[in-house]
């Protein structure tokens, strides 16, 4: 079994659907890296969360270290939201260990 | 926020070649990079952990002499793909951190597009 899984694996939606992509893992963390990757392959951090929630704009990243899930919320969805989200889980000097990723597609 | 530059984007060379791959951190010091492959459709692989001044740690399977690491300063970490050969082909990426920043997250380069024909 996978350390760190995430679900949905594909996801497609009409624009201003509201997303949830999960990420749950099996392992003690520090704190765990919600990512995106655009096609181009530019990966950038989105959120690092250890507990609770954390908000950005139309994203929304919460926690539960205890359940050991984290979940990535996109509100209003937009066609540019559309790329592969990676839940990335932070642990021993700071090396990442990542999911598989979702990827996300918005249709206008 | 903090940038890392990767340079360069994409390559196209010739079997034998070898290529060198920087990762700068233009506004923090980077004590420690990571190098990452990447195949088409598949998550992130840790190749391996660079922090300035000391050896690189390879990831088990990953070969040190056929992927050079260096680190030589707070702002600069190369990948050289030494004699490369069409089974290197991939898309690599750094990223960078401080390791008295803990609570900051890693960021990213852009990533390099490695085509050996």
């Known amino acids: 079994k996978n350390e760190v899984e995430q679900s949905p694996q594909n996801l497609t939606a009409q624009e201003g659907e509201f997303i949830t992509i999960n990420c749950s893992y099996s392992?003690?963390?520090?704190?765990l890296h919600w990512l995106q990757q655009h096609p181009g392959g530019g990966i950038v951090s989105l959120f690092m969360?250890?507990?609770g929630k954390k908000k950005h704009g139309r994203l929304i990243a919460t926690i539960n270290i205890q359940e050991k899930h984290s979940s990535l919320h996109i509100t209003a969805s937009h066609p540019r939201d559309s790329a592969v989200y990676i839940c990335a889980l932070i642990q021993g000097a700071q090396k990442l260990v990542f999911g598989q990723g979702t990827r996300l597609t918005i249709n206008p | 926020g903090a940038v890392v530059s990767q340079h360069p984007s994409w390559v196209i060379c010739k079997s034998g070649t070898s290529v060198k791959i920087e990762c700068r951190s233009l506004?923090?010091?980077?004590?420690?990079m990571f190098w990452y492959r990447q195949f088409p459709k598949q998550s992130l692989m840790l190749m391996a952990t660079s922090n300035e001044g000391s050896k690189a740690t390879y990831e088990q399977g990953v070969e040190k002499d056929k992927f050079l690491i260096n680190h030589a300063s707070l702002t600069l970490s190369t990948l050289t793909v030494t004699s490369a050969h069409p089974e290197d082909s991939s898309f690599y990426i750094c990223?960078?951190?401080?390791?008295?920043?803990?609570?900051?997250?890693?960021?990213f380069g852009d990533g390099t597009r490695l085509s050996i024909l």
């Open positions: 506004d923090f010091q980077a004590t420690t």
């Open positions: 392992v003690g963390i520090s704190a």
């Open positions: 990223s960078a951190t401080n390791r008295d920043r803990t609570w900051q997250p890693q960021h």
């Open positions: 969360l250890s507990s």
